[in-house]
C-alpha cells in the first residue's frame, strides 16, 4: 500500500513540473528615471517603457506612488506577449528641493510586485543669474 501511495505521489509530482503555466513577463527598458537638475513648474511627465516577454497577456492591476506628490498612470488594456506598454508618471515640479519617489507596480507577471524609481533636482530659477 504504501509503494501504490508513494507512486501516485511522485506520478503527480511530476505531472506538475511537466505542466508549465504559461505566464506573462515584464520586463523596463530602466527601473529608475533620472530627471537631472529641472526647473520650478517644468514639465514633469516621464514614461516608464516596458515589454511583456512571456507567453501571456500581462494585465497590470495597479500602480500607486511612494508620495501625492508623484501620479502614476497604467495601461488599462492587457499588453500581449511580445507587445510593448508603458506607464506615465507625472511629477509635481512646483516642489523644490530633491526628487526620490518609488512607483509601486502590481501585475500578474511572473514577479508580481516591482518598485520603480524617479531620482532628480527641482531647481527654483527665481534665485539663479
Known amino acids: ?3 501504490v501511495v ?3 505521489f511522485v506520478s503527480l509530482l511530476s505531472i506538475g513540473v511537466f505542466a508549465q503555466e504559461k505566464t506573462a513577463k515584464i520586463e523596463f527598458k530602466s527601473e529608475t528615471v533620472d530627471y537631472g ?3 520650478k513648474g517644468s514639465d514633469g511627465v516621464r514614461v516608464f517603457e516596458f515589454t511583456n516577454t512571456g507567453d501571456a497577456p500581462l494585465v497590470i492591476s495597479k500602480v500607486s506612488s511612494s508620495c501625492g506628490c508623484t501620479i502614476p498612470k497604467k495601461p488599462e488594456s492587457p ?3 511580445g507587445e510593448t506598454g508603458e506607464i506615465q508618471v507625472k511629477y509635481d515640479t512646483n516642489r523644490v528641493g530633491p526628487i526620490r519617489k518609488a ?3 502590481i ?3 511572473d514577479t508580481p510586485t516591482i518598485i520603480l524609481k524617479i531620482k532628480g ?3 527654483d530659477g527665481a534665485g539663479t543669474r
Open 1 to 3: 500500500m504504501k509503494k
Open 6 to 8: 508513494l507512486l501516485c
Open 37 to 39: 537638475d529641472i526647473a
Open 79 to 81: 499588453i500581449m506577449p
Open 103 to 105: 512607483i509601486t507596480v
Open 107 to 109: 501585475s500578474n507577471a
Open 121 to 123: 533636482t527641482v531647481k
